[in-house]
């Protein structure tokens, strides 16, 4: 079922120009993936696909995903500096640029991202009016939109995890707005992406992490409106 959206999404969001799907949008997901390595990246391959491809130069595409991972908002004026803060905060990039990806969306990029040891993969998409959707993480297919509250877990696939993972949300009183799941095979590991309507606490967090069938939990708190 695709996302619904509100007047003001077609508005469009508060931003630094040009363009809500070119700029906007690919703040915000370049913001995600900072967020999912927890830092700034010290290395970032960042790859736009279709019409981005073409685009992502004049409409400013290229400082704007750098803005991200950087950690800036929308409406950052330093947005139209970003290679700047870029080199000095260390962080070293490359763009590439794929014109025919008829399996992709239009408006796609793809961003790896490391500092260290470690290190995320997401696909990302614009929708239109700043709007984003995140399609893959760590090759591990899901779609949220990181307007809400996002809890992603990679778990083995072990009988009952999504029913117990459910129920102590459920009784943290942490409604679920979305969930997906994919995994790696049966048996294997398993990527569950929820979509939330209230904060988890860090109690929360710690105890799912505990769990000897948990590998990594990763929380997104929601961004700005």
Known sequence: MPERSSIFDMIGPIMIGPSSSHTGAVVRIARVAHQLLGDIPEQAEIVFYNSFSRTYEGHGSDRAVLAGLLNMPPDDERIKTSPEHATTAGLHYQFKAVHNASHLHPNAIHITASKGEKSIKLLGISR???????LEVDGYRCRFTAQSRTLLILAKDTEGSIAFISSVLTNELCNIATMTVD???????????????????????????????????????????
């Open 128 to 134: 239109g009016g700043g709007l984003i959707a995140i």
């Open 183 to 225: 995994r790696s095979g049966k048996r294997g590991t398993a990527k569950l992406v929820f979509e939330l309507d209230a904060q988890v606490r860090p109690l929360t967090i710690s105890y799912l992490q505990s769990l000897h069938w948990v590998e990594e939990v990763v929380y997104l708190d929601k961004m700005e409106e």
